[in-house]
Nanobody, 113 residues
């Protein structure tokens, strides 16, 4: 059974930073593209960033230049570094394995003064 466990969410002021972590069971990260998604209240879930097994990255236009996705194969962990956070970044953030369609439980990020 594949498990994805996110952590690192919290309350931060506008302009602040957070780093989310997603620890994957087994070696799923080694063989699958991984992504971070988010869902704000009343809105559909949307992709934030993707990292491929070849370490290529793609970002939603709304986070380009502010967020960075990275992976550590040795630790089976995917990170999302979020800088210059805005109130509109408030959402539950989910880790996702693009292969196998596995989801984590989500971690809440709230950007507010």
């Amino acid at each position: 059974q594949v498990q994805l466990v996110e952590s690192g969410g919290g309350l931060v002021q506008p302009g602040g930073s957070l780093r989310l972590s997603c620890v994957a069971s087994g070696t799923i990260f080694r063989f699958n593209d991984m992504g971070w998604y988010r869902q704000a209240p009343g809105k559909a879930r949307e992709v934030v960033a993707i990292i491929t097994t070849g370490r290529s990255t793609n970002y939603a236009d709304s986070v380009k230049g502010r967020f960075t996705i990275a992976g550590d194969f040795a630790k089976n962990t995917v990170y999302l570094q979020m800088n210059s956070l805005k109130p509109e970044d408030t959402a539950v953030y989910y880790c996702h394995s693009e292969g196998g369609d596995y989801w984590g439980q989500g971690t809440q990020v709230t950007v507010s003064s």
